[in-house]
């Protein structure tokens, strides 16, 4: 089992930046990939960003390409994703997942957190 917990969302103005946090535990964390999702309301659940177990790979939606920065520190147990240049339209409910390798759809990821809320006013 493996316990997942995000933080660091928030309320932030467009053309703001925040940084959420991921935190997992219940296993070696190196040998996890990670990834970001978000869901807005009305809307399916969305891959956002993902990183490989070592951290040597990134993969990124199209929508967060330049914008968003995934990173893991395995010293730490975290992954992070660093959001700039925020959009009104990346409101929405943000997930933090693990599985054995990155999956850029909902499907094949083995654990989930609760998320964290970012709201971004225009």
């Known amino acids: 089992q493996v316990h997942v917990v995000e933080s660091g969302g928030g309320l932030v103005q467009a053309g703001g930046s925040l940084r959420l946090s991921c935190a997992a535990s219940?296993?070696?964390?190196?040998?996890?990939?990670m990834g970001w999702f978000r869901q807005a309301p009305g809307k399916e659940r969305e891959f956002v960003a993902g990183?490989?177990?070592?951290?040597?790979?990134?993969y990124y939606a199209d929508s967060a390409k330049g914008r968003f920065t995934i990173s893991r520190d395995n010293a730490k147990n975290t992954v992070y994703l660093q959001m700039n240049s925020l959009k009104p339209e990346d409101t929405a409910h943000y997930y933090c997942?693990?599985?054995?390798?990155?999956?850029?759809?909902?499907?094949?990821?083995?654990?989930w957190g609760q998320g964290t809320q970012v709201t971004v006013s225009s």
């Open positions: 219940g296993r070696t964390f190196s040998t996890y990939a």
């Open positions: 997942a693990v599985s054995f390798v990155v999956f850029t759809t909902t499907q094949g990821w083995d654990y």
């Open positions: 990183i490989s177990r070592s951290g040597s790979s990134a």
